[in-house]
């Protein structure tokens, strides 16, 4: 079993900036791939980043290449979302996922973290 615990996020103006940090407990952190989701209301769930066990390599949905990244520090049991750039359109909770390969957590992920919410003001 694993836990996941979001955190980092807020409100933002467009254009700004927020790191989401999500740590992990109850289980091998490393072993797993991690991943991030989205959902804004009246919409489906939405594939956002994903990162292999090592951190090397990495995945992203279409409307967030280029200003979101993912990253991971195994030795703090974290998994990060910097998301630059930031436009109204971004609005939604962010989940975190944790699946055991990238396939995995892209599809269908194991674990769910309960969400934290991001809202960019125009």
């Known amino acids: 079993q694993v836990q996941l615990v979001e955190s980092g996020g807020g409100l933002v103006q467009a254009g700004g900036s927020l790191r989401l940090s999500c740590a992990a407990s109850?289980?091998?952190?490393?072993?797993?791939?991690m991943g991030w989701f989205r959902q804004a209301p009246g919409k489906e769930r939405e594939f956002v980043a994903a990162?292999?066990?090592?951190?090397?390599?990495?995945y992203y949905g279409d409307s967030v290449k280029g200003r979101f990244t993912i990253s991971r520090d195994n030795a703090k049991n974290t998994v990060y979302l910097q998301m630059n750039s930031l436009k109204p359109e971004d609005t939604a909770v962010y989940y975190c996922?944790?699946?055991?390969?990238?396939?995995?957590?892209?599809?269908?992920?194991?674990?769910w973290g309960q969400g934290t919410q991001v809202t960019v003001s125009s």
């Open positions: 990162i292999n066990w090592s951190g090397g390599n990495t």
């Open positions: 109850g289980h091998i952190f490393s072993s797993y791939a």
């Open positions: 996922a944790a699946g055991g390969s990238t396939t995995v957590v892209v599809r269908t992920p194991h674990y």
